[in-house]
């Protein structure tokens, strides 16, 4: 009995109950530290606020206007242009969001009036990444298999109309309807857009709800990362003529 009371039983006695609550410990608040305090967080959604003003110049040379001479013709996607996706994750038993993009974005627009007639965007699928490299490779492979499907496509199929255009610089929600194609497989989506006209350029963000069982979009699920079946296609479109 007297043994049993010495510090040195005592000692032990308290390091195998030490040992699996610090176990423990690690299991549960390890992967929390991780995910919430050393590991960045996602990125917000791309937004008309990640743009810089047009250049002075342009802008005073091709200001907004009101009538259909200030945007009717054709327009470009042009540098400053963004995509990616955005998809809810449980990281080691913690929700967080995967986010992956790309600055690799074509597309044309043509505008009749104050009508969006045509709408065609081109993403390279096959450059977007994120901050994880093997998340990227698992993305590149079996969920999107880029070297069969490289690109995802937007066509718009319903006109926009833009009615009274707002000032220069000042932001205006519209609807839109169109086809988009992930991984070989065309859905029509429809969706809102923020819109406006900024130093002769017309800049566009969205979000495009997506749902993996209908794009035919594999499980992205492995490993210590559940992903859910639905995400959004982010866009930031900067067109110039």
Do not use: H, K
Request: charged share 25%; proline share 5%.
């Amino acid at each position: 009995r007297l043994a049993a009371c010495q510090p040195g039983a005592m000692s032990r006695r308290a390091w195998f109950i030490a040992i699996p609550v610090a176990a423990l410990v690690l299991l549960v608040g390890g992967p929390w530290l991780y995910i919430n305090v050393i590991r960045d967080g996602p990125p917000p959604r791309l937004s008309l606020d990640d743009l810089e003003a047009g250049d002075e110049e342009t802008s005073s040379t091709t200001a907004a206007s009101d009538d259909a001479d200030g945007i009717a013709g054709s327009w470009v996607v042009a540098d400053g242009s963004q995509a990616g996706y955005r998809v809810a994750e449980v990281l080691f038993g913690q929700d967080t969001e995967a986010v992956g993009r790309t600055e690799s974005v074509e597309g044309t627009m043509e505008i009749e009036g104050t009508t969006v007639v045509a709408t065609e965007v081109e993403v390279d699928v096959a450059s977007i990444t994120s901050d994880e490299a093997n998340r990227d490779r698992q993305f590149r492979g079996r969920i999107m298999s880029t070297d069969q499907f490289p690109t995802a496509t937007f066509s718009l199929t319903e006109p926009i109309e833009l009615d009274e255009l707002p000032a220069e610089g000042e932001q205006a929600t519209y609807s839109v309807t169109g086809e988009l194609t992930l991984r070989g497989v065309t859905n029509e989506v429809t969706f809102d857009v923020v819109a406006r006209q900024q130093g002769g350029r017309i800049e566009v963000s969205g979000s495009i709800p997506v749902d993996f069982d209908a794009f035919e979009i594999p499980d992205a699920s492995g490993g210590p990362a559940q992903v859910g079946r639905d995400g959004e296609l982010e866009l930031l479109l900067v067109f110039t003529r």
